[in-house]
């Protein structure tokens, strides 16, 4: 099997035996077959310069868990995250208490100007642990923050805060069921997507911090206390530019 960006490529060789003039004659026959894999749904179907960071949870070594952006920014696995089914192949189930995943800071993982966090996620809950407003699906710091996307209570929706401002989506993650999520900063608005629907603009916010952000990025929790995320993660992609609409569904 041979493995393309964007999707598989299967070849099946089949030997016939044949009579012909008298003589034995063996023939081979090729059989290709394309299979375009899950990144076609989002109309990506190679890995790109602005695509940072992607962990599909579908390959993990150990406590690794592989990067498939061309940058190669493997993740550890904290505490105990479990492989399970996931949207596509497998996902990680937090414990939404000691959970999560570490990737160590690289300087390709800041963003200056715009970014777009993306995943799917499949939460029992909105708040975090001990009741805390938030809980984290991926961050970037804590001051002031490059990333941090979050679900929150009581809108029981989406919340980014970059820069050091935040805001909160106008839709809702429903509980127990896949949702894909997706949060933008471009040119000073947030933007949020729930299953391909916008859910809400909100312009007027700061920029990114670029190089001045030397944090770690995490998986499954935020740098603050308490914000550990209950549930499955799917499928994270972030980009360092803003995607379209199109590109988003």
């Known amino acids: 099997m041979l493995l393309l960006a964007g999707g598989f490529i299967f070849r099946l060789a089949l030997?016939?035996?044949?009579?012909?003039?008298?003589?034995?004659?063996?023939?081979?026959?090729?059989l290709t077959l394309i299979v375009f894999a899950a990144a076609a749904a989002y109309g990506l179907n190679e890995p790109e310069e602005s695509l940072i960071l992607y962990?599909?949870?579908?390959?993990?070594?150990?406590?690794t868990t592989i990067d498939h952006s061309?940058?190669?920014?493997?993740?550890?696995?904290?505490?105990?995250?479990?492989?399970?089914?996931?949207?596509?192949?497998?996902?990680l189930q937090f414990n939404g208490e000691s959970d999560w995943v570490e990737v160590p800071?690289?300087?390709?993982?800041?963003?200056?100007?715009?970014?777009?966090?993306?995943?799917?996620?499949?939460?029992?809950?909105?708040?975090?642990?001990?009741?805390?407003r938030w809980q984290g699906i991926v961050a970037k710091s804590n001051g002031p923050r490059s990333y941090s996307f979050y679900t929150e209570f009581p809108s029981e929706c989406l919340h980014l805060s970059v820069g050091g401002a935040g805001s909160v989506c106008n839709g809702k993650v429903e509980l127990d069921e896949w949702q894909h999520v997706v949060a933008q900063v471009d040119d000073g608005t947030h933007r949020y997507w729930i299953n391909g629907e916008n859910v809400g603009d909100f312009p007027g916010k700061p920029p990114p911090p670029g190089k001045a952000d030397t944090a770690n990025v995490l998986v499954g929790k935020t740098h603050e206390g308490n914000r550990e995320f209950l549930g499955l993660i799917d499928e994270v992609r972030i980009w360092n530019r803003a995607l379209s609409e199109e590109e988003v569904k």
């Open 15 to 30: 030997k016939e035996t044949f009579m012909y003039g008298g003589n034995m004659r063996n023939l081979s026959i090729i």
């Open 55 to 63: 962990f599909s949870f579908d390959e993990v070594d150990g406590d």
């Open 70 to 91: 061309l940058y190669g920014n493997d993740g550890e696995m904290m505490g105990d995250p479990k492989l399970a089914d996931g949207k596509f192949g497998k996902a």
């Open 105 to 132: 800071h690289d300087e390709i993982l800041t963003v200056d100007e715009s970014v777009t966090v993306m995943a799917w996620i499949n939460t029992e809950r909105h708040q975090g642990p001990a009741a805390q």
